[in-house]
């Protein structure tokens, strides 16, 4: 139950010193500063001097490694219903997590009371992991080094004026409306916050970093007599409110949640079982998170707990597909500036032509296995200690005209929005649900369908993928990624493709 | 220990200072501990104490909610400004509001909430559970290969309320709970499945040997797996999925579902939603239920709720707005963490234990799907239809004949709530304060092959 890996849209979630260094080197190339340097002082009233101190707490009782997350984050969300904000909120969250590590053995413990006394008590208690008299780890001098900022933004939204927010609101509340007389419903939500970080470890790496991100989503329902159906849709990123103008207005997210409920108006049954499957491109990379990213965290495969555990080098997929990971575009939901240890995110390929080339790393799994971080130790927040997570996870483009993919199925399913998935890591089972997709017949879009579970091997679906698509697209909105109870906001992309075989979870039984 | 109780009722005095027309404070403070071993080591060893402090503003109408887990004094009255400041942009809804204050009180009955007995265990013990359950489970059965971790946690809860009506309550709840996960393979074939008790006192946890026992029943019996072709036929839920499907029941009845129209049983009251054979119930007073509670999060007293009776909708679950606003009793069935505001959440939630013995339910089956898990999305709430990835038994003339995996199963939640024709006697609550027993719905459409 614990184990279970999801994803769901919001509001609907070292080898040695060496490698140590290599990840400090590469923290420290960056050039512009991502923040404000002083954010240790402005929000945690701590310096170099009180870190030491802590971090040698941490290592007295024999531990090789710890680390002290400081975080101050600011949320803020308006709710609008019925011509009317319902409510307005706004909050802080702040607190220190101190990890402290020997081997792969970690003890943690946090604390909201940033006063040195009650740091080092958190400090003693997650000392307590290790218990090695002999050992000699020795806290490094600490710098601070200055990140890249792949955030640039504008427009804070966090420190926006609410009625700035609340244009948008009006945008999309008005948009929606007009659509169709079959709107009856249309809310709407803007959530945002900023996360003040500040990081330091018994290397000596130290950083701060902002961390801004924000999810604007309206939701329609439609009637029809007594039909009801709800559409859903949601813009956003490490971006601030410039994402509107730049990107994408507020208007077209409402048409697109209006399009969908409307449309959901005459959605048919299908039967259940195997078909052929064309996934639309965005948010079907939702299969490679599920199918492919999940099971390539290298927490579950250096346990070989993982479907791919001691599979590098064999064939996962067919010779079209080349899966990413890549924390590295600017101001995308999934990118970071610097990961929640002190690694500098990087471009993973997973999948090359089929091939399987790696996994996702933390520090711990990189030095269990030998390799070299690859920037994927993620947190939730200060309350929690990083694993191996996903960023930004897509599949490079391939050579088939996305028309061409179509007329190519005689009869199959076009899969275009998604609810969410979920996999078993160990069986490499996952299961996604459609909440868009149309029959196609003859190689033409016909009949819209009702919302439907996909449910596929990863593996056995990767090797599938028959044809692959030329317009690589990433997702938008608010795709959030939950594992051993952590979220995280993470990204996808995925030109169209076309998979010979998916079980469809219909609710009819072909004649 | 900080005075929570002192510290709400001034942020209620301070708020109202400041102009609020009607506001509540709400403060959730909890210790956590928890650790992890795998193959009998130790992983991780977390412990933590935290905090949080959520207000509620009414004014003019408008609401606002503001939060803090900093509770200087500074701080607070900061937090404090800014809900009166946002609430400048809210709007007026008539149907905002406290709840009614002849609704508040604290249940005097005996509820069983704080286990003392779980502070005194030590934690070599605690890890020692942990590695029993683990390794009786590993060494049960030779083709369990790999562990997937075997943890406890245990912990406690306190929530104090105070509102601007003068109600002022507070209680704290422990829990502890056991789990492991396990992996078995045969054939070249990996499997993993896990089991668990949380509860909140640990003399009602499973022991490690039970625990450990079980998942490594559950997984070596998925061993072989297979598909099967696409079909119709009749579906037993165990307890877990079952309870599953009750719990949307509980969302689907929320009142803030129904006025929003984003709910299957919009304008079902009074109707037949279900089968005779089920009854539905939430009782926060239910004494020994993991999810028993002396008030819920608008301080209104709580009572036992049954909203669905024989196969009809008896009531919506309502809270002190949506009650307003649908004009329908409050139900006092609302749940809150300090970052928001009060939302319909269970307490002690169940489907009524039947008279059939387990068994003999399966028994009954010529040829149909024993359900073991479905995949968490794959439910519509506003038309009740469902489509999810399952896995269990595939039943033969009355006992099972071989577990199955890759499949679907869809269709419409009502339809197959009316479709029960037999519910279990094994009523039990395993993790938290939902519970069913096994269901028997005469037909579902299984997608496969």
Not at chain 1, 435 to 461: A, C, H, R
Not at chain 1, 462 to 481: E, H, I, P
Request: contains cysteine; proline residues 4%; neutral net charge.
């Amino acid at each position: 139950m614990k184990r279970r890996d999801f994803i769901g849209r919001t509001s609907m979630t070292l080898a040695a010193a060496a490698a140590s260094e290599a990840w400090l080197t590469s923290v420290l190339r960056g050039q512009a500063s991502a923040a404000t340097p002083d954010i240790f002082g402005t929000y945690f009233g701590v310096g170099p001097e009180e870190m030491k101190r802590l971090l040698e707490i941490c290592l007295s009782r024999g531990a090789d490694f710890a680390d002290l997350f400081f975080e101050h984050r600011v949320a803020s969300s308006l709710f609008f219903e019925e011509e009317k904000v319902k409510a307005a909120s706004r909050g802080i969250d702040a607190g220190v997590g101190v990890r402290v590590v020997k081997g792969d053995q970690v003890g943690f413990a946090f604390s909201e009371d940033l006063s040195m006394e009650s740091l080092s008590t958190a400090a003693r208690t997650a000392s307590a992991i290790a218990n090695d008299a002999a050992a000699k780890a020795k806290v490094m001098p600490i710098g601070l080094a200055k990140l890249k900022n792949l955030y640039p933004i504008g427009d804070l939204a966090t420190e926006a004026d609410l009625n700035r927010k609340l244009g948008f609101i009006n945008e999309a509340n008005k948009t929606a409306r007009a659509y169709s007389p079959k709107i009856t419903r249309v809310t709407c939500s803007f959530n945002d916050e900023v996360k003040y970080l500040a990081y330091a470890n018994s290397d000596g790496v130290s950083w701060t970093d902002m961390q801004p991100v924000f999810v604007f989503s309206t939701s329609c329902i439609a009637e029809e007599g007594t039909n009801r159906q709800t559409g859903y849709e949601s813009g956003g990123g490490r971006i601030g409110l410039e994402y509107f103008a730049k990107k994408r207005p507020a208007a077209d997210i409402a048409r697109e949640a209006a399009r969908l409920s409307v449309t959901l108006l005459e959605a048919k049954d299908i039967e259940a079982g195997p078909m052929t499957v064309v996934l639309g491109p965005k948010d079907s990379g939702v299969l490679l998170h599920e199918a492919v990213g999940h099971g390539l965290e290298a927490d579950f495969n250096r346990k070989n707990l993982s479907n791919y555990s001691g599979r590098v080098g064999q064939r996962v997929a067919s010779d079209l597909c080349t899966v990413v990971d890549e924390g590295l575009f600017e101001n995308m939901r999934g990118t970071i500036n610097v990961d929640d240890e002190g690694g500098a995110p990087t471009s993973t390929v997973l999948i090359e032509n089929g091939i399987l080339k790696g996994y996702l790393h933390d520090r711990i799994s990189a030095q269990a296995m030998k390799v070299n971080a690859t920037g994927n130790g993620r947190r939730q927040s200060y309350a929690y200690s990083p694993m191996p997570r996903m960023t930004n996870t897509y599949m490079r483009p391939g050579k088939s005209d996305p028309e061409e993919i179509l007329k190519s199925v005689k009869r199959g399913i076009y899969a275009k929005k998604f609810g969410g998935g979920q996999v078993d890591i160990t069986k490499g089972d996952f299961t996604f649900s459609v909440n868009e997709s149309y029959l196609i017949e003859d190689g033409k879009l016909t009949t819209p369908l009702k919302g439907v579970t996909l449910i596929g091997n990863g593996p056995d679906v990767m090797t599938k993928v028959t044809m692959v698509g030329n317009d690589l697209q990433f997702a938008d909105g608010g795709w959030t990624c939950g594992k051993n109870g952590q979220s995280v906001p993470v990204g996808m992309g995925i030109p169209t493709c076309k998979v010979s075989e998916i079980t469809v979870g219909g609710s009819k039984v072909k004649a | 220990m900080n005075d929570y109780r002192q510290l709400a009722t001034d942020v209620v005095a301070e708020l109202k200072r400041q102009g609020a027309d009607a506001c509540d404070v709400f403060v959730a403070n909890t210790t956590d501990f928890s650790t992890e071993v795998r193959l009998g080591r130790i992983e991780k060893l977390e412990q933590s104490i935290s905090k949080g402090l959520g207000m509620r503003v009414f004014k003019g109408g408008a609401m606002a909610l503001t939060y803090t887990t900093d509770f200087a004094d500074k701080s607070v009255k900061s937090i404090a400004a800014q809900a009166l400041d946002i609430v400048k942009v809210s709007n007026p809804d008539e149907f905002n509001g406290l709840a009614p204050r002849e609704s508040l009180g604290v249940y005097d009955g005996k509820l069983m909430l704080f286990d003392e007995s779980i502070a005194s265990i030590p934690t070599d013990r605690k890890i020692d559970m942990a590695r029993e359950a683990e390794e009786i489970g590993m060494k049960s059965d030779k083709r369990i290969t790999n562990s997937n971790t075997a943890g406890w946690s245990d912990g406690t809860y306190q929530v104090t309320l105070a509102t601007s009506d003068g109600f002022v309550g507070q209680y704290r709840t422990t829990n502890a709970g056991l789990y492991v996960g396990l992996i078995a393979e045969e054939g070249g074939v990996k499997q993993t499945d896990s089991w668990y008790s949380f509860q909140r006192y640990a003399n009602k946890l499973l022991t490690p040997k039970e625990v450990g026992l079980e998942a490594a029943r559950r997984v070596t019996s998925k061993l072989g797996a297979r598909k099967v072709k696409s079909q119709t036929v009749p579906l037993v839920v165990d307890p877990t999925m079952a309870q599953r499907m009750i719990g949307a029941f509980f969302g689907a009845a929320s009142g803030r579902s129904v006025y929003r129209k984003s709910s299957f049983l919009v304008g079902k009251l009074g109707e037949a939603i279900a089968s005779p054979l089920v009854s539905i119930v939430d009782d926060a007073t239910l004494a020994d239920g993991p999810g028993c509670r002396p008030f819920d999060a608008e301080g209104v007293k709580s009572s036992r709720v049954p909203f669905i009776e024989k196969g009809v909708l008896k009531s919506y679950l309502c809270d002190s707005y949506s009650s307003r606003r649908l004009k329908m009793p409050l139900t006092g069935t609302t749940n809150r963490g300090y970052q928001g505001g009060p939302n319909i959440g269970a307490s002690n939630l169940f489907l009524m234990a039947g008279d059939r013995d387990p068994k003999d339910i399966i028994k009954s089956v010529k040829s149909g799907l024993y359900l073991r898990t479905m995949s968490a999305q794959g439910f519509n709430p506003v038309t009740g239809d469902f489509s999810h990835g399952a896995t269990g038994h595939w039943i033969e003339n009355g006992e099972f004949a071989y577990p199955v995996q890759e499949i679907t199963i869809a269709g419409n939640v009502i339809t197959a709530f009316k479709n029960i024709t037999a519910v279990g006697n094994d009523l039990k609550f395993r993790a938290g304060g939902v519970a069913s027993p096994t269901l028997l719905i005469s037909e579902i459409t299984v997608g496969g092959a």
